[in-house]
């Protein structure tokens, strides 16, 4: 299993994550996508797009503002309740997530309890602790030319929310019929106390969430067909392996009151076992809430038998950020080629930020260069995601692309100017073909 330290440095090395504000000394929790992450970010959403969406004639898209009226937070519970058990260590001052410092403590910890359990402190050992307070996760700001209760405002903490303030206005425009669901990618604002193991835990960070909307009778086996809908898209289109993937059926005791099932699908990151996603079924929580706080019906009428019911929800969510991290770690390897060891992100072909490399073998030949633009300026025509390298020698250009993940080099020397061929370098097994630059 690789390590994190190496994942991490080899997204800084090649371009692909770096610490957000990195010139300053960086801001904790977030992170900037370079030249290869945006490719990379950007492929994974579209694919989970193209899946979920475009595919389906039942999921329809939408965006909403991040900024939202604050009554959407207090409908959801988010004002109230979207908080984390946070402990001072009164000795080095550091602060903690009590839940996370120890094993076996719930989010839902008292002082008290903590307190019994003789908790050193992560960073300096002593077991002085301060009172656990709750604290609120959404960060907050105001909105206008006036600081004052009356503006404030928060950037959201999940995507969910502008899906669900949105459900009328779908269902009025479009008339789906149910089962139909509404998705949204997009960024979420989470304060968290310790972000943590890179891009794992973030305090900005995007999320891709569907809201299935359901019959109340049919919640049971629409969960399954999600739930396989999502393992087909982790394994099958991100090209995770299974073996890295594990269902934890969350326990009732944890889930929320409302919710009857909630699945998280976990994946073996390089520090152990961590949520990828979860799905939850989420009853008709948030639609009553929504008619609640702002007085409107959201009952649903069935086109053909008049019949009106406020549908069911089935919810999966995933971070992008954090399936990142699971496609890294799933590529990431180490192993030897003639010889000499190296590192190779084994991406598939339909996420690699680059298909094809194509050099010259030699940059000072200008009939080599002519030849190999030639073919370049063709196969980028053709495909867009095609890179130029004709940097230090071939061997070190192998392993620059082996770590960006590039399925295929083409290399251009002195036969091709003789008979046409170009040599084809894979990466995963580093053997050689000569084909037509046309057979590619
Ligand atoms: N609407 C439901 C919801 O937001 P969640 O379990 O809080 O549920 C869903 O978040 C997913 O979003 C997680 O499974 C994870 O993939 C991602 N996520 C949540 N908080 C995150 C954070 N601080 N950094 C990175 N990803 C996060």
Same mark, same amino acid.
């Given at each position: 299993?690789?390590?994190i330290? =190496?994942?991490?440095?080899?997204c800084?090395?090649?371009?692909?994550?770096?610490?957000?504000?990195?010139?300053?000394?960086?801001?904790?929790?977030?992170?900037?996508?370079?030249?290869?992450?945006? !490719?990379?970010?950007?492929?994974?959403?579209?694919?989970?797009?193209?899946?979920f969406?475009e595919?389906?004639?039942?999921i329809?898209?939408?965006?909403?503002?991040?900024?939202?009226?604050?009554r959407?937070w207090?409908?959801?519970?988010?004002?109230?309740?979207?908080?984390d058990?946070?402990v001072?260590?009164?000795?080095?001052h550091?602060?903690?997530r009590?839940?996370?410092?120890?094993?076996?403590?719930?989010e839902?910890?008292?002082?008290?309890e903590f307190?019994?359990?003789n908790?050193k402190?992560?960073?300096?050992?002593?077991?002085?602790?301060?009172?656990?307070?709750?604290?609120?996760?959404?960060?907050?700001?105001?909105?206008?030319? !006036?600081?004052?209760?009356?503006?404030i405002?928060?950037?959201?903490?999940?995507?969910?929310?502008?899906?669900?303030?949105?459900?009328k206005?779908?269902?009025?425009?479009?008339?789906?019929?149910?089962?139909?669901?509404?998705?949204?990618?997009?960024?979420?604002f989470?304060? %968290?106390i310790?972000?943590?193991?890179f891009?794992?835990r =973030?305090?900005? +960070?995007?999320?891709m969430?569907?809201?299935?909307?359901?019959r109340?009778?049919?919640? %049971?086996?629409?969960f399954?067909?999600?739930l396989?809908?999502?393992?087909?898209?982790?394994?099958?289109?991100?090209?995770?392996?299974?073996?890295l993937?594990? %269902?934890?059926? /969350?326990?009732?005791?944890?889930?929320?009151?409302?919710?009857?099932?909630? /699945?998280?699908?976990?994946?073996?990151?390089?520090?152990?076992?961590?949520e990828?996603?979860?799905?939850?079924?989420?009853?008709?929580?948030?639609?009553?809430?929504?008619?609640?706080?702002?007085g409107?019906?959201?009952?649903?009428?069935?086109?053909?038998?008049?019949?009106?019911?406020?549908?069911? !929800?089935?919810?999966?969510?995933?971070?992008?950020?954090?399936l990142?991290?699971? !496609?890294?770690?799933?590529?990431?390897?180490?192993?030897?080629?003639?010889?000499?060891a190296r590192?190779?992100?084994?991406?598939?072909?339909?996420?690699?930020p680059?298909?094809? +490399?194509?050099?010259?073998?030699?940059?000072?030949?200008?009939?080599?260069?002519?030849?190999?633009?030639?073919?370049?300026q063709?196969?980028?025509?053709?495909?867009?995601?095609?890179t130029?390298?004709?940097?230090?020698?071939?061997?070190k250009?192998?392993?620059?692309?082996?770590?960006?993940?590039?399925?295929?080099?083409?290399?251009?020397?002195?036969?091709?100017?003789?008979?046409?061929?170009?040599?084809?370098?894979?990466r995963?097994?580093?053997t050689?073909?000569?084909?037509?630059?046309?057979?590619?």
């Amino acid at each position: 299993m690789s390590k994190i330290e =190496d994942i991490v440095s080899l997204c800084k090395r090649r371009g692909f994550i770096f610490q957000g504000s990195d010139v300053y000394g960086g801001m904790a929790g977030t992170w900037d996508f370079g030249p290869l992450g945006v !490719v990379l970010k950007k492929k994974i959403m579209d694919l989970w797009w193209d899946y979920f969406v475009e595919r389906r004639e039942d999921i329809f898209g939408v965006d909403a503002a991040i900024i939202m009226n604050p009554r959407t937070w207090v409908a959801s519970g988010h004002t109230a309740t979207f908080s984390d058990p946070l402990v001072e260590c009164k000795a080095c001052h550091g602060r903690f997530r009590a839940d996370k410092i120890a094993d076996g403590i719930s989010e839902s910890v008292t002082t008290e309890e903590f307190r019994a359990l003789n908790v050193k402190c992560p960073t300096c050992g002593k077991s002085d602790w301060s009172e656990i307070r709750q604290f609120n996760m959404m960060f907050e700001t105001h909105v206008g030319p !006036v600081t004052d209760d009356t503006s404030i405002a928060y950037l959201r903490p999940e995507t969910a929310q502008g899906i669900f303030t949105n459900y009328k206005n779908v269902v009025d425009t479009i008339y789906p019929d149910v089962p139909f669901g509404i998705a949204q990618q997009g960024k979420a604002f989470r304060n %968290e106390i310790s972000p943590r193991d890179f891009i794992l835990r =973030d305090r900005e +960070c995007s999320q891709m969430e569907i809201e299935y909307f359901v019959r109340p009778d049919d919640w %049971e086996s629409q969960f399954e067909k999600m739930l396989s809908a999502q393992h087909d898209f982790l394994e099958n289109v991100m090209g995770l392996s299974g073996e890295l993937i594990h %269902e934890y059926e /969350v326990p009732a005791e944890d889930r929320a009151h409302y919710s009857k099932r909630t /699945v998280d699908i976990e994946f073996d990151y390089p520090n152990g076992k961590e949520e990828l996603m979860g799905i939850a079924y989420r009853g008709s929580f948030d639609l009553d809430n929504i008619a609640r706080e702002s007085g409107k019906n959201m009952e649903y009428r069935d086109k053909v038998t008049g019949e009106t019911f406020v549908p069911h !929800v089935i919810e999966p969510s995933i971070g992008v950020e954090r399936l990142i991290l699971a !496609v890294l770690t799933n590529a990431y390897a180490e192993d030897e080629v003639g010889g000499s060891a190296r590192i190779v992100l084994r991406l598939p072909e339909n996420l690699a930020p680059y298909r094809f +490399c194509v050099s010259p073998l030699l940059k000072n030949k200008p009939e080599l260069v002519t030849k190999a633009r030639e073919i370049y300026q063709d196969l980028r025509e053709k495909y867009g995601n095609v890179t130029w390298d004709d940097s230090g020698n071939i061997g070190k250009r192998y392993r620059k692309q082996d770590e960006i993940g590039t399925p295929k080099c083409v290399v251009i020397d002195f036969d091709t100017l003789e008979d046409g061929t170009v040599t084809v370098r894979d990466r995963d097994t580093a053997t050689q073909v000569r084909v037509k630059p046309e057979e590619l």
